[in-house]
């Protein structure tokens, strides 16, 4: 039997994806805990156990190593979304489920949020010209779903996709503001459950789609 030739290459490749992967999970934990501003790429090479100069090799500042981060959560939620979305649901059923499990997705998960809020406000900084963000892969589901309603019956012809996901991004990302930055404050004064409010904002997201 041929052995098996030893391909250094291989190994060499595989080091440097396990060094990747050291670098993005100490990012990862770094940035949640001290936020962009005040993360440090020493801090990162470091809980990585690789030099300062190797990160940048991999990463040429803090700010493409935070947009890697922030493409992987990104690639998370469409996952998420997708396999949520059921074919066989109506359009009116899908958008809902779109909506519902994106502020699910960064309820849960307060890092997630924190970092597109952060881009929200400093995107060309961060992104530049990166082309991977050139697209919105949520947006883009939600429209193919608006319009699928509008052929099953479920969602009124007159509704305006491009309107409609600026009006609900906007309600749902309002919400998620309210109840990270506010949310036991308001509760507690309310006496309504964040499942009651949450409830009512998605009611306002689907009369505008009848």
């Known amino acids: 039997m041929r052995k098996r030739r030893y391909n250094h290459s291989d ?44 990160l940048y090799n991999y990463f040429e500042s803090k700010q493409k190593l935070y947009a890697e981060i922030a493409w992987k959560i990104m690639q998370q939620l469409e996952k998420t979304v997708c396999d949520q979305v059921n074919e066989n649901n109506t359009g009116l059923e899908r958008v809902k ?9 960064f309820r849960n998960n307060r890092f997630y949020y924190e970092v597109f809020s952060f881009l929200n406000t400093n995107i060309m900084e961060i992104i530049g010209n990166d082309s991977r963000f050139s697209r919105d892969p949520i947006a883009e589901i939600t429209v193919a779903s608006i319009e699928q309603g509008k052929k099953d019956g479920s969602i009124s012809c007159d509704v305006h996709p491009v309107k409609f996901l600026a009006f609900a991004s906007s309600t749902i990302w309002g919400m998620l503001m309210y109840m990270h930055e506010r949310g036991d404050s308001i509760i507690a004064k309310t006496g309504l459950s964040e ?10 997201i689907e009369k505008a789609l009848l």
């Open 195 to 204: 499942e009651e409010m949450v409830d009512y904002c998605f009611e306002g």
């Open 97 to 105: 489920k779109i909506g519902r499990e994106l502020y699910r997705f």
């Open 11 to 54: 190994e060499k490749l595989q080091q440097m994806e396990e060094t990747r992967l050291a670098i993005l999970s100490a990012a990862f934990k770094e940035f949640s805990t001290q936020g962009y501003e005040n993360a440090s790429m020493a801090e990162i090479a470091k809980s990585a156990k690789t030099a300062k100069g190797t």
